[in-house]
């Protein structure tokens, strides 16, 4: 398997989702990337005592030719992975900040909130389009 690493687009969306995080939450973590091929149907992960954000080149690869859709795309897999880095290991709480922080920082028209309203529960997502944000699950 081949690994690759971080290049400097990944660095610096990467830097600029730690800021975005940070003045939402507060918090911060290290953080670096790594792209492979792995199963399709996940498109990061993280692991335990780990601060590598392990990005699978197979779905990057259908984006990575357009300039847009390839920062959208990158922004939202990298900032889910990184919302876990810095603590929030509950799935859904996750997927509604990514919402939330895409939806504020891209507008709900982008491909980066598409992106992020597919992987979002559909009852979470009900509720926020209606101005109400469900309750945290852990």
Same mark, same amino acid.
């Given at each position: 398997? @081949?690994?690759?690493?971080?290049?400097?687009?990944?660095?610096? !969306? =990467?830097?600029?989702?730690?800021?975005?995080? %940070?003045?939402?939450?507060? #918090?911060?973590?290290?953080?670096?990337? #790594? =792209?492979?091929?792995?199963?399709?149907?996940?498109? /990061? %992960?993280? #692991?335990?005592?780990?601060?590598?954000?392990? =990005?699978? *080149?197979?779905?990057?690869?259908?984006?990575?030719?357009?300039?847009?859709?390839?920062?959208?795309?990158?922004?939202?897999?990298?900032? +889910?992975?990184?919302? +876990?880095?810095? /603590?929030?290991?509950?799935?859904?709480?996750? @997927? &509604?900040?990514?919402?939330?922080? !895409?939806?504020? &920082?891209? /507008?709900?028209?982008?491909?980066?909130?598409?992106?992020?309203?597919?992987?979002?529960?559909? !009852?979470? =997502? +009900?509720?926020?389009? &209606?101005? !109400?944000?469900? *309750?945290?699950?852990?």
């Amino acid at each position: 398997m @081949r690994v690759y690493t971080m290049p400097d687009a990944f660095s610096i !969306i =990467l830097d600029e989702i730690a800021e975005d995080v %940070y003045r939402r939450l507060g #918090k911060r973590s290290n953080a670096s990337v #790594k =792209l492979m091929p792995y199963n399709p149907t996940i498109l /990061g %992960y993280v #692991k335990a005592n780990d601060y590598t954000i392990y =990005l699978n *080149s197979i779905p990057f690869g259908l984006v990575k030719n357009d300039p847009i859709k390839s920062r959208e795309y990158l922004y939202v897999v990298l900032l +889910h992975e990184y919302l +876990h880095l810095v /603590g929030i290991a509950d799935e859904r709480e996750v @997927r &509604k900040i990514t919402t939330e922080i !895409i939806a504020q &920082k891209f /507008g709900k028209t982008s491909y980066a909130y598409s992106l992020a309203e597919k992987l979002t529960d559909p !009852i979470d =997502l +009900h509720l926020m389009n &209606k101005g !109400i944000r469900p *309750s945290m699950y852990m």
